[in-house]
């Protein structure tokens, strides 16, 4: 069954250190993956997403994320966390690129000053 | 940036009564979602809308669930009547084409049923 994995319930990094949010996904078609960002009190909001092509994908705010087919991952980075990061991070997975999408359980990012 | 709200953002009622959760869409988007997210759980696609009608539901779209959006206004997921495992976050979505990659997500309903 296909299924996202988000390993860390909470990441906590001092601010300007770098950042990686891991996310595993099962599922043996062609991946649709998406890191969605929900701040406090905020709604959802898509990070980036990969469809094909290079594996490295440039989102906002200096985000990236790699795309490893051998290692079914879709791991999230920045090279230098701000406060303003802080917030919940959600790895999303979908099917054939349709609505179905199948979400982590989320990544609570904590910035310390 | 366009914005999806949902109001309010906490209800809490108690069992066996009906409740209605209101979702203002993007002026301009004909696609309409729902998810449900329990506490400390995956988020989970519930139902979508389009042109007045249900497209597609999974099977936690209960028979208690409905959906519509009268006249173009508020877009509501209705629960009647109400159960102790509908608490949850309930987030709607809203898009101007049928892809994942152009929802737009409100900021969440916590429904608490007693």
């Known amino acids: 069954a296909q299924s996202v994995t988000q390993p860390d319930a909470r990441v906590t990094v001092s601010e300007g250190a770098s950042l990686q949010l891991r996310c595993k996904y099962s599922?043996?078609?062609?991946?649709?993956l998406f890191w969605y960002v929900q701040y406090p009190r905020q709604g959802l909001q898509l990070l980036l997403k990969y469809y094909s092509g290079d594996p490295v994908v440039q989102g906002v705010n200096g985000f990236e994320a790699e795309f490893s087919k051998s290692n079914s991952s879709f791991h999230l980075r920045k090279a230098s966390v701000h406060w303003s990061d802080s917030a919940v991070y959600f790895c999303v997975l979908s099917l054939d690129s349709n609505y179905q999408l199948i979400w982590g359980s989320g990544t609570k990012l904590i910035i310390k000053p | 940036g366009p914005k999806v709200l949902q109001i309010p953002s906490h209800q809490i009622i108690d069992m066996g009564q009906m409740v209605t959760l209101n979702c203002d869409p993007v002026?301009?988007?004909?696609?309409f979602y729902w998810y449900k997210q329990i506490l400390g759980q995956q988020m989970e696609f519930l139902v979508n809308f389009y042109n007045g009608k249900v497209m597609e539901k999974s099977k936690l779209f209960k028979d208690q669930f409905s959906v519509e959006r009268p006249d173009g206004s508020y877009f509501t997921l209705k629960i009647q009547p109400t159960a102790l495992e509908d608490s949850a976050v309930y987030f709607c979505?809203?898009?101007?084409?049928?892809?994942?990659?152009?929802?737009?997500f409100g900021s969440g309903t916590r429904l608490t049923v007693l």
């Open positions: 599922y043996s078609g062609t991946p649709y």
């Open positions: 979505a809203s898009s101007p084409h049928w892809s994942a990659e152009t929802l737009y």
């Open positions: 002026s301009n988007h004909l696609y």
